[in-house]
C-alpha cells in the first residue's frame, strides 16, 4: 500500500494524514521501537550535507513531508507525494487519540516553563490523557544517560522530542531502542506553538506554502539565515535531481 519515494537523497512515505496515524497505532500495537521523523525544506538541506543525519533519517520506520515546498517539489520530479503531514497537525491528533486510547505520553525538550505548560494544556484539553512524564531540553552530556533512563522507566508509548535538529534525530537515532518508545517523534518547535509562544499562521499561508514566512515575521533575527541563505540551497538540489532526471 505504501511506496516511499526518494528526494535529494532521503526516502519519505507517500501516505495521508489517516494513512499516518493508522501506521503509528500499528507500531504502538505491536510494542517494539518505532522512529519518526518529518522531513522539510530545512531538513532536506542539512541532509544533503550530513551523511549521519541522512542515515538516520532514511533508518526511521515513518518518513512523513511536512511543509508544502516538499510536496510542489515530489510533484515537479513526477513523484507525487498525496499531501503535507505536518508535524504540528501530526502531534494534535496523536494527543487526541492517546486520550482516546489509554496510550500513555512522555513530552520531552524546550524550557521547563513550556514542557510544563504543555503538560498542564492537554491534560485539562482531553481529561483522559495520561501523561507518562516530562522534562525540559536542557541537560548536560553527563546527564544524558540519565535523561534516557527516566523516559525508559515512564514505560510510555509516545515520546515527543521538542528539540532543534538534527539533535533531536541524533538523540532518537542514538537511544530509541534502548528507551523502547513504540513511537517516537521530533517535533521542532510544536511545544512553543501549544503553549502560545509562537503563533500558528493561517490556514490560507499553510495551504499557500508561506507558513514558514510568517514564522520568519515573527522571530526575524532568529530566521533569517536559515530561511534566505542555508535553506536556498534547496533550489539547487532540486535542479540538480530535476536534471538528472532527463
Known amino acids: 500500500m505504501n511506496r516511499r519515494i526518494e528526494m535529494m537523497g532521503c526516502q519519505v512515505d507517500n501516505l495521508s494524514m489517516e494513512e499516518s496515524l493508522q501506521t503509528i497505532e500499528g507500531f504502538i500495537h505491536s510494542g517494539k521501537p518505532h522512529q519518526h521523523v518529518v522531513v522539510n525544506v530545512?531538513?532536506?538541506?542539512?541532509?544533503?550535507?550530513?551523511?549521519?543525519?541522512?542515515?538516520?533519517?532514511?533508518?526511521?520506520?515513518l518518513i512523513n513531508a511536512d511543509g508544502m515546498p516538499v510536496v510542489w517539489?515530489?510533484?515537479?520530479?513526477?513523484?507525487?507525494?498525496?499531501?503535507?503531514?505536518?508535524?504540528?497537525?501530526?502531534?494534535?491528533?496523536?494527543?487526541?487519540r492517546a486520550a482516546q486510547k489509554g496510550w500513555r505520553v512522555?513530552?520531552?525538550g524546550a524550557r521547563e516553563e513550556v514542557v510544563s505548560g504543555v503538560s498542564n494544556i492537554y491534560q485539562k484539553k482531553y481529561p483522559g490523557l495520561t501523561l507518562a512524564g516530562y522534562r525540559n531540553g536542557y541537560w548536560k552530556q553527563e546527564e544524558e544517560a540519565g535523561v534516557v533512563e527516566q523516559i525508559k522507566a515512564a514505560r510510555a508509548d509516545l515520546l515527543f522530542v521538542a528539540i532543534s535538529s538534527p539533535k533531536k534525530e541524533q538523540f532518537l537515532g542514538k537511544y530509541q531502542a534502548e528507551m523502547r518508545i513504540p513511537?517516537?517523534?521530533g517535533v521542532g518547535g510544536t511545544f512553543d506553538v501549544a503553549v502560545g509562544r509562537v503563533k500558528r499562521?493561517?490556514?490560507?499561508?499553510?495551504?499557500?506554502?508561506?507558513?514558514?514566512?510568517?514564522?520568519?515575521?515573527?522571530?526575524?533575527?532568529?530566521?533569517?539565515k536559515r530561511y534566505f541563505i542555508d535553506d536556498m540551497a534547496f533550489f539547487w538540489l532540486l535542479l540538480r535531481e530535476a536534471t538528472a532526471r532527463r
Open 42 to 61: 530545512d531538513k532536506l538541506v542539512k541532509a544533503s550535507r550530513d551523511p549521519e543525519l541522512r542515515q538516520i533519517i532514511n533508518d526511521c520506520a
Open 201 to 224: 499562521a493561517p490556514v490560507w499561508m499553510q495551504k499557500s506554502g508561506l507558513e514558514w514566512f510568517y514564522r520568519f515575521l515573527q522571530e526575524p533575527r532568529r530566521m533569517f
Open 106 to 108: 512522555f513530552l520531552l
Open 183 to 185: 513511537f517516537a517523534m
Open 73 to 96: 517539489a515530489s510533484r515537479l520530479l513526477g513523484k507525487g507525494l498525496k499531501e503535507r503531514v505536518a508535524g504540528v497537525d501530526l502531534f494534535e491528533s496523536l494527543m487526541q
